[in-house]
């Protein structure tokens, strides 16, 4: 017999009390999920007027901007890791850190050199833990970003493209993050960030804003209504950067908590499995106990009954 | 009774107010603003501080805004774009000030770090949207 009754209903009972927990916590996720999915919704209205301004402004010929130049060879590029703060999501976060890798490898291929801006405390320690340098971390809120988290991250990240190269700044900025496409199918992907390439959300009209550096030197832009256009210009992709980070961010949580109701949808039917086996064992065990208690005791019967039968 | 146009207030992660109004003046960063109905395609960069728009039915409201647009479409479709848009309503005063006091303390300090700025822009909109509720 492998193993005692008593070590199999231990067994049974500490599994069961592991599933409730996994069971709470798919639970958990599975309504979080919920709310960042409305989060998401909630946010569009903004999005869709501001990547109208944005359009209609970009619409007049000759507007320049810097957060708009494409650098023909990236000397240096930022990347920005979107991943969780927390464990037990499964493989969301090796997924990511996997992309980064792949991306890092490509930049090594370009001969550009890279900086690293990391969300999400795996992350951040998986870089720690190899002592890869990051420009800046952030931590504590992969799972309900807001705005005003994505306003600090923009913030750092325009800064360090506007930047001259020669002063630490980066020609492009690139983001691995995981795109929510349903509960079932999260997608990571690497996307760039700045220079910006502005697209109308979901498809229906496309502007590319990117402009060659050539191009731009005979931009002339001197008069006030220009100078005009420029400021509000300007304002206008500084809240549009600050806009995409947040939708990055959100679509990260989606994915995040997706990915943890499923493993914990996992553990959760692997418990069952478990109990299911050791309460199979524990009745085997228990059976084969009594049979073993039968036989002993017919058997003492027997041999009692024999020692009467002589003495008789 | 003055024409009525729609008005739309978003804030980056929730839209603030929607509906029809008779009126909205703003404070852009190159003075007060205002819009009627059929009025011409605009789109201006708005200071901290409040809108107010007048509304259909003649109630007056606030709205606290720290930054952001105002976008007037070719049909006179007006759409406020602040991401931290606040109707004044929401906001209480006491609060409102005494984060104004705290930052503006700290800009006092030197501190001229991004949060608080934004902090300071914030604030101040919220103030002066909240102290005249109208």
């Known amino acids: ?130 002592s890869r340098p990051m420009a800046d971390h952030w931590e504590g809120f992969s799972d309900h970003p807001s705005y005003a988290d994505a306003d600090l991250i923009a913030h750092v990240l325009m800064e360090a493209f506007l930047r001259p190269y020669e002063d630490g700044g980066v020609d492009e900025i690139n983001i691995v993050h995981t795109r929510f496409v349903s509960m079932l199918a999260q997608e990571t992907r690497v996307r760039r960030l700045l220079p910006l390439e502005v697209v109308e959300a979901g498809g229906a009209g496309r502007v590319e804003a990117l402009y060659d550096f050539e191009a731009d030197t005979d931009g002339t832009a001197d008069d006030a209504a220009d100078d005009a256009a420029y400021g509000l210009l300007d304002e206008l992709l500084s809240l549009y950067v600050r806009n995409r980070i947040h939708f990055y961010l959100m679509q990260a949580a989606a994915s995040e908590l997706a990915s943890k109701q499923r493993a914990m949808k996992a553990a959760t039917d692997n418990a069952q499995q478990l109990i299911e086996d050791l309460t199979r064992q524990a009745n085997q065990a228990r059976q084969s106990q009594i049979t073993q208690e039968i036989t002993e005791i017919v058997g003492g019967a027997q041999a009692l009954s024999e020692v009467k039968t002589r003495m008789e | 009774m003055a024409e009525s146009f729609s008005v739309d207030v978003v804030a980056a992660d929730r839209r603030v107010w929607q509906g029809r109004a008779t009126q909205v003046v703003a404070t852009t960063v190159t003075g007060e603003i205002g819009i009627l109905a059929h009025h011409i395609p605009l789109i201006a960069a708005l200071a901290p501080g409040r809108a107010e728009i007048t509304v259909e039915d003649g109630r007056r409201m606030a709205v606290a805004v720290a930054g952001g647009f105002l976008s007037v479409s070719e049909g006179g479709e007006t759409t406020i774009i602040s991401p931290y848009a606040q109707l004044a309503d929401e906001i209480s005063l006491a609060q409102a000030e005494r984060d104004l006091r705290q930052v503006q303390k700290a800009r006092e300090d030197g501190d001229l770090s991004l949060e608080t700025e934004r902090r300071y822009h914030r604030a101040l909109a919220q103030v002066r949207a909240a102290a005249r509720k109208v």
């Open chain 1, 1 to 130: 017999m492998a193993a005692s009754l008593r070590e199999l209903r231990e067994r049974n009972r500490s599994v069961r009390a592991t599933q409730k927990i996994t069971r709470a916590m798919e639970l958990i996720a599975a309504s979080r999920i919920t709310k960042a999915q409305q989060a998401a919704q909630e946010a569009l209205p903004y999005t869709r007027a501001l990547n109208r301004a944005v359009r209609d402004v970009l619409g007049h010929a000759g507007v320049y901007h810097p957060l708009l130049i494409k650098a023909p060879h990236p000397r240096r590029s930022a990347v920005l890791v979107l991943a969780s703060d927390r464990g037990l999501s499964g493989a969301y976060s090796s997924n990511v850190l996997r992309k980064a890798e792949e991306l890092f490898r490509n930049l090594d291929d370009k001969h550009s050199e890279r900086q690293l801006y990391v969300c999400g405390r795996k992350a951040v320690d998986y870089y720690k833990y190899r």
